[in-house]
């Protein structure tokens, strides 16, 4: 789609102000559950911070706009930066050394904790971004498995290296679906290691795409 970019400033300008003390420009109108800016423009939904980077930077192409500020409502174009989909994980997991040092039992309470997550965050001095990653199993994913839970309370279940607690029909459905693998490994109750070995075909290899294999 053509972005008629002077259009496009004045909409990001009037949805956003100046934060004096840090040079953010916030957008305030509609955030994303990580705290992106959302900017209809056309009847196409952009993350504002990449219409931004687009209008007055350049094209961005496959790449991830990322934030030298950390700010996620930042849309000023000087605090962005073109990264790979690698760089922007690293870059937010990375600048948030924190997050590095919660235990278990804090990242149990986080999950259960139903505040908002910038006043979760600020509890735990941690980026509120990442509060969304520990609450939906992008971040200390592994603690999320109940089996790896019960592997630690003694009760060792073979599904936890092998696979037999899932079912043929589970298995197809796990090589057919494009969720991620620590999702599915909670969906399941499966350690991801097991999800993988699956969708690699290095375990249930009698099972084929058709059904089961003679
Ligand atoms: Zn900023």
């Known amino acids: 789609m053509l972005l008629n970019n002077q259009e496009v400033?004045?909409?990001?300008?009037?949805?956003?102000?100046?934060?004096?003390?840090t040079g953010c420009i916030e957008w305030f109108r509609c955030l994303d559950s990580y705290g992106y800016g959302r900017k209809n423009y056309k009847g196409v939904i952009w993350p504002a911070h990449r219409?931004?980077?687009e209008v007055s930077i350049g094209p961005i192409g496959e790449l991830c706009v990322c934030h030298k500020c950390d700010n996620p409502k930042c849309i000023n174009p000087e605090h962005l930066f073109l990264g790979t989909k690698?760089?922007?994980n690293l870059d937010c997991i990375k600048?948030?050394?924190?997050?590095?040092?919660?235990?278990?039992?804090?990242?149990?309470?986080i999950r259960?904790?139903?505040r908002g997550r910038e006043a979760i965050a600020k509890d735990y001095n941690i980026n509120p971004r990442n509060v969304s990653y520990i609450k939906n199993?992008?971040?200390?994913?592994?603690?999320?498995?109940?089996?790896?839970?019960?592997?630690?309370?003694?009760?060792?279940?073979?599904?936890?290296?092998?696979s037999t607690k899932?079912?043929?029909?589970?298995?197809?459905a796990i090589r057919k679906s494009k969720r991620e693998q620590v999702i599915l490994s909670r969906q399941y109750g499966v350690h991801p290691s097991t999800i993988m070995a699956i969708k690699r075909h290095k375990t249930w290899?009698?099972?084929?795409?058709?059904?089961?294999?003679s």
């Open 137 to 162: 199993g992008k971040l200390w994913g592994h603690l999320e498995s109940p089996l790896v839970f019960m592997h630690k309370q003694g009760k060792c279940f073979g599904a936890l290296n092998g």
């Open 112 to 114: 259960a904790d139903t």
């Open 166 to 172: 899932l079912t043929e029909d589970d298995v197809k």
């Open 205 to 213: 290899k009698h099972i084929t795409e058709e059904g089961v294999s």
């Open 95 to 109: 600048k948030d050394r924190h997050m590095h040092s919660l235990l278990s039992e804090q990242v149990h309470a």
């Open 51 to 53: 219409l931004s980077y």
């Open 86 to 88: 690698k760089d922007n």
């Open 9 to 21: 400033k004045d909409a990001l300008f009037n949805c956003s102000k100046i934060n004096e003390t």
